[in-house]
């Protein structure tokens, strides 16, 4: 089923799935970027017997509209994202616990309502994403691409950023869907995710307040958020739990549906 809500001059879609008991673990799955909620299609279908499963285009990207975002002159902020998560989440009206599972650009998101809303979800899952900033580099790397980004369109992108998203082996066919998302991803939404990422403040300092039962889940052989780097980050959260996926990357959601699913799953009934 797909929902759309209204949220500050932004229609905002989400796909929904899932367990009708009341009390069952809401799911709100964030994607990365420049995805859409196209890569929780596993995770729709297969933990819905289970849990109630939403997965939100984020504003501007898949389905969802920018609204008036971002004003002339505005900086981009993640924090517009992880408001309009906030706002999604009270219209879910949950009797269950909410479960916020951050991919990526999705966890940057994560730990930014970690920081300024965090009673907005009872429990956390950090998925192939970082605490850290950026360095120089990479921020430079990112304020090219908003600059260059309508000239090279949302394809030169997908090529940019493929070497770095799977495991040397994953099937073909697996990438080709997620190229196919980054392509179709609108050029504008490219341009404020990356201004939005560069300004991200380093939240490493945030983890060990962290007061939520967290889950840290990473591909073995994640190029872009270092399975390590994960590790340390699942240590300075106290009583987070870590799981690695053997033999994938970045894209352990796509990559490793099934093992993914099993990790959430076991987590979110274990609440
Ligand atoms: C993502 O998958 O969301 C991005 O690779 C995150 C980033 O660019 O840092």
């Known amino acids: 089923m797909t929902i759309a809500i209204e949220v500050d001059n932004a229609r ?16 709100v799955l964030v994607h990365g970027f420049p995805l859409s909620r196209a890569m929780w299609q596993a995770q729709l279908e297969g933990l819905s017997p289970r849990c109630r499963v939403v997965a939100p285009d984020l504003r501007g990207y898949g389905e969802s509209s920018f609204g008036d975002w971002p004003a002339a002159g505005e900086t981009p902020s993640l924090d517009r994202y992880a408001d309009d998560l906030e706002a999604l989440i009270a219209s879910l009206q949950a009797d269950g616990p909410v479960v916020l599972v951050g991919f990526s650009m999705g966890g940057y998101i994560a730990l930014n309502m970690a920081r300024r809303c965090p009673d907005a979800f009872d429990a956390l899952v950090l998925m192939d994403t970082r605490a850290a900033a950026d360095d120089d580099t990479a921020r430079a790397t990112r304020l090219k691409m908003a600059d260059h980004i309508h000239e090279w369109g949302a394809a030169r992108v997908a090529e940019l950023m493929r070497p770095k998203l799977f495991a040397m082996d994953t099937p073909e066919r697996i990438v080709q869907e997620t190229v196919a998302v980054i392509s179709a991803t609108d050029p504008a ?11 991200r403040p380093d939240s490493t300092g945030l983890l060990g307040s962290i007061a939520k039962p967290t889950l840290v889940v ?28 053997p033999g994938v990357g970045h894209m352990a959601p796509v990559e490793a549906p099934e093992a993914v699913n099993a990790a959430l799953a076991e987590f979110a009934e274990s609440l």
């Open 218 to 245: 990473v591909g073995e052989h994640d190029a872009i958020s270092p399975s390590a780097e994960m590790r340390g980050i699942a240590a300075a959260i106290p009583g987070a739990r870590f799981v690695e996926v």
């Open 189 to 199: 939404a490219i341009a404020a995710s990356q201004l939005a990422m560069a300004a």
């Open 12 to 27: 905002l879609v989400y796909a929904a799935a899932g367990s009708p008991y009341p009390q069952a673990p809401t799911l």
